[in-house]
Structures are given as C-alpha cells and as structure tokens.
C-alpha cells in the first residue's frame, strides 16, 4: 500500500420535524433534523466513508447495517471511532479532512467553530486539520426545497 492515501464520501438524509438535527456530533437548534436509523449526523457518516474508503474497507453500512437494532439511535461519533481504528489497525493515520454540508437552511454559520472543535476531538486531529464548508441548494431540487441534507468529505491518511 502508498504510503499516502485519499478516501472520499458522501451522505445524504431526510429532514423530518421533531428530529435532532446533529451535525459534526453537534445538536443545532432547530424545529426540524435528520431521519435516520442511527442520529442520522450527515457530516460524520461522510467523513467515515472517507476513511474507509481511504482504507478500501467498504462503506459504513457494511460495518454498520442499519437494519441491526443495536444501531438505532447510535451517536455516530461511534462509527467515526471506529473508522478511525481500523485505519490505525492497517498503519495508518489522518493527515487532514476536508468537508461540505449542503443544507438549505439554518444557517450554521454560527456553530462553524463548535462543529470544527467537535470533528477535530473525535479524530484526535488540530483544528487548522479540519475543514467544514457550508453550502445552500440555492432552493433547487430536494435538498434546495428543505426535504433533505448531504455532507461530502474527503480526507487524506498517511502511513505512520
Ligand atoms: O450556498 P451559498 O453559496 O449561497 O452559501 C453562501 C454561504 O452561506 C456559504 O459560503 C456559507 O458560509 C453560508 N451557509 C451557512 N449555512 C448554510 C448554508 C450556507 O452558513 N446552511
Ligand atoms: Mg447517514
């Protein structure tokens, strides 16, 4: 195996009403949040895929099956760990992650430093190595019209 590695992932989930909206391990408050087997944290499912698929391990419901009722309303900071593991398993470590959350609205501006400082605790990484980007769906589409969300990250491991 390259001594580099780069993995990539995506997520992507309902919006429901009554439901916590976690983004990064962090509740945002808001009247509406993310359906979902687990807690449905749109941003640390994606950044696992990364790392698994930085590891060509497969993707988080191979790890984690979402029709496993152990799962259902896992924190997904569980998921992340454990990604993280695996990678230390196989001799490596996260050099940096970079990320994006589409979300129509709130606004999360606000709560960029406590979903960065929320990230970076999880991976045991520096804050100037985690990157969390927001964007609209400038109203088009599902995610435009409020009726879901997407995170996409991508993240680079190095052989320790
Ligand atoms: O999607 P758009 O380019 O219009 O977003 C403009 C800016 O609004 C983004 O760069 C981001 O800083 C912020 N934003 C946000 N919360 C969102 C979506 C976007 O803070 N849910
Ligand atoms: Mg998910």
Redesign the pocket.
Request: glycine share 6%; proline share 6%.
């Given at each position: 195996m390259s001594s580099l590695r780069i993995g990539q992932g995506w997520d992507n989930h309902r919006t429901k009403e009554g439901r916590p909206l976690v983004l990064g391990g962090v509740t945002i408050p808001c009247e509406f949040g993310l359906d979902g087997h687990s807690d449905a944290d749109i941003l640390l499912h994606a950044v696992t895929d990364a790392i698994l698929g930085a590891m060509a391990l497969g993707d988080i419901g191979m790890h984690f099956p979402d029709t496993d009722p152990q799962w259902k309303g896992e924190s997904s900071d569980h998921f992340l760990r454990h990604a993280v593991k695996l990678a230390s398993e196989l001799g490596y470590h996260l050099v940096n992650v970079d990320s994006t959350?589409?979300?129509?609205?709130?606004?999360?501006?606000e709560y960029?430093a406590k979903i960065s400082e929320s990230l970076a605790q999880i991976l045991d990484l520096p804050l100037d190595s985690v990157s969390v980007?927001?964007?609209?769906?400038?109203k088009v589409g599902p995610v435009g019209e409020g009726l879901s969300a997407e995170a996409q990250a991508i993240c680079l491991l190095e052989k320790s």
């Open positions: 959350i589409v979300l129509q609205r709130p606004k999360l501006g960029r980007k927001f964007k609209t769906a400038e």
